[in-house]
């Protein structure tokens, strides 16, 4: 970037201004739009119509008749209780999967970044690998590990710990399971790459100075592995609470998150207007975790230089 | 200290156990005989001939197929180019509004995704008439548009890490920007290209969410078939395809690790006979 030769380096520069007019377009256009868009939809009544909202910007005979916005669709979030609930236990659901990725995501980083290199390549490798099997057929194998008649408790029973089956599927405990499981990686990724920067020599002297191991993980290791904990967290949660597939295969009836409320209201009951609601509130409520994980991001690539 | 170390071991390999029981199970019912998942009715491969008498099925992969080679190619060259501008460009007009573009489908609740690009595609059709109605091409632009976000990550990372004299020396030397770009650039980014394409290629082929939003009558995609099938419970067909993915990506791992190891090697083996 400090070029010595200027002349050569402001020739590519020209090319790639140039160059990316092109995908800078395209996001404006599908990217930057549609949230106008659905921002706009948002504030309009819902008519039966196609499609089933007022425009906002309506051309009368008088000209430009006037912004037409309504803010019923967001009213109705909040004095019908239900939304209410459900963004508390779409929250509630993301933080408790979040925290149970997190118990098993650390110990499983800790270990695989106090391997010899070659190892570690090969356990971190192991993480990663599910990851590049379709996501949707993931979470459809658990269905046939928790049914009632599934493997788990095919096994149990046959065992004798239990005489008659565990109602394992269809509930919030197979949420959180497959929170857990589908988020791993990403809880794991982050914290590997924290840990795994660590100065040995510190845990050495600490040692030396006679803490015990435990003392010398809370005292050093810990605090120091904070940013990992920070970054692994977000990418686990912020997904979670939009999540849909996951309650949708796994969930019961009674399992309530804002993405499979969300599909509903959009392909059941054909409230676009509420649905854009919805959504609008929805990313309200993760500006803040999504700012704080691009902060996080950006100290962390200042680091990489 | 012994104990806390067990403990340790017991929490990694429960953690492992975690992540492979549910693939090896499946993988293990998909030759199973019965309809019944838990009953062992002996082995057998009629879920997999069955599949090949799935016209619908088989229509529905080829049209994944298809969104994901044409979106990811197409995803790979803007990111890329995204990427380069993001790095190299200085005093690049709109950068933060770019950046901003660039990293936030990567966190965005697919849901909202689906929804505002519908509602987008409406307006459109509404305004010039295009797109006309909605299916493979709106997929396709939906799977660019947040594949890019990846594969900027990927070359960003890699740019980062990369040694720019080699470039500066062909510029030196007269070479043209366009001409050094695909002579030098590109070849240097490959792994970082190939990653990211492969990258967005399972991104792709794995959308159920914000495909059933963009899609419309007649375009269904493998995931929108599989999700109507499962949330029944269990198929036996459904085993046997997520046994063929899990051999395809295996073997494509398997490829990628075997290439890039002999690429890393003879790597290695020219640097230390060029010092």
Redesign the interface.
Known sequence: ?T???PN??L???????R??T???L??????????L??LK?SVADPIVAQ?PFTPLLEWGAQGLAGLKATFENYAYLFVDGYYGIIYLSSLKMAAIGTLLCLL??Y??A??IARQPPRRRQILLM??I??F???????V??????L?N???IN?FLLWLGVIDHPLPMLYNDFAVYLGI??SY?PFMILPLYANLERHDHDLLDAAADLGAR??QGFIDVTLPLSVPGIIGGCLLVF??A?????IP??LGGADTLMI?RV??DE??INRD?PV??AV?VV??LL?VVP?LW??RL?RRE?EL?? | ?KK?SLM??T??A???A??????V??VI?SFNDSR???LWGGFSLRWYAGLLGDDELLGAALLSLRIAVVSATIATA??A??A??LH???R???RLL?SG?????L?M?????G???L??F??MA?LIGWPTSRGATTIT??H??FS?AYVVVVVR?RL?AMDESL??AA??LGGR??A??FDITVPMLLPALVSGWLLSF?LS??D??IS??VSGPGATTL?ML??AK??L??TPD??A??TI??VL?AV??ATAAFVSGRRESAGVRRTASEG
């Open positions: 970037m070029d010595e030769t050569n380096g020739r590519t520069q020209r090319w790639l201004r160059a990316v092109l995908p800078y395209w996001l404006l256009l599908f990217f930057l739009a549609p949230f868009i659905i939809i499609p098993l995501g110990p499983m800790y270990y192991a993480v690998l599910p590049w099997i379709s996501f949707l057929l993931r459809y194998a658990w269905i046939g590990l049914n008649r599934g493997v095919e857990v499981y791993l191991r435990w912020i997904p609470v939009g999540e849909f597939t949708a295969l993405g969300l599909w959009f392909f676009w649905a854009s959504s929805l990313l993760l999504i994980f691009q991001q690539q990489g230089r | 200290m806390r340790l071991m929490i990694v429960f953690g492992y975690l992540l492979y029981v549910p693939i199970s499946v019912y019944l998942v838990t803007l990111g180019i995204v380069l501008a190299r460009v200085n690049l007009r709109g770019l573009m660039v990293t936030a489908p966190v609740p697919e849901i909202i995704t929804l505002s690009l509602f987008l409406i307006s509404d632009i939906a660019i548009t890019m990372s980062a470039e500066e510029m030196d920007p366009v050094v770009f399972t082929l794995d159920l969410v059933s939003f995931p599989i999700f499962v949330r419970g269990v459904i085993n395809i997520t993915i899990i990506v494509a791992v």
